[in-house]
């Protein structure tokens, strides 16, 4: 993954994603290709356009930065066609996908570039931030302990959404 949440999600991420490769289990692909072409998720979309976003220092505004990932199994890169960055992402269908994700990006963004730690969060931190982003479970459970609650006010009602 070229844009990685944490240095352990990162690697699980790509742990994973090359497993999925190397033994073509990609999940929706099968023999015919891609079984959810139409509906399928923004990371499929942009392939092999990598995307970040950098918020440059003193900037208010963050930088959309597109770069070309080259990889052996991508038969894409065989072919003989030229295509701008704009074409290829109006092509994809791709706007709709960043407006919705770009608050979550911006969050990610935020996480690795502040506190004390910057670039650098704690084990710990990084290990919370994985909970809260994607176990939603473990996260329930976490903000009903009752260390949690005496630092946080949360209502009944914001508990039970």
């Known amino acids: 993954m070229h844009h990685p949440i944490s240095d352990g999600s990162s690697r699980r991420a790509r742990t994973y994603t ?11 692909f ?10 399928r998720p923004a990371a499929c979309r942009y392939y092999a356009l990598g995307s970040m976003g950098v918020r440059k220092k003193d900037a208010s505004q963050v930088e959309d930065i ?14 003989p066609r030229t295509i ?6 109006e092509e994809q269908g791709v706007d709709v996908y960043d407006e919705k994700n770009r608050e979550w990006r911006d969050v990610v ?5 502040s506190g004390p730690t910057v670039g650098r969060p704690s084990d710990r931190s990084k290990q919370l931030f994985d909970m809260c982003s ?20 949360i209502s009944s009602d914001q508990m039970s959404t």
Do not use: A, M, W
């Open 30 to 39: 099968s023999e015919e290709g891609c079984t959810v072409y139409e509906d």
């Open 109 to 113: 963004l935020k996480k690795r570039s």
């Open 66 to 79: 597109y770069f070309l990932v080259k990889e052996d199994h991508c038969r894409g890169h065989e072919e």
């Open 134 to 153: 994607y176990d939603p479970d473990s996260f329930r459970e976490f903000i009903q302990t009752e260390g949690f609650l005496e630092i946080f006010d």
């Open 18 to 28: 090359e497993h999925q490769i190397r033994y073509n289990r990609v999940r929706f």
């Open 84 to 89: 701008s960055v704009e074409d290829y992402r």
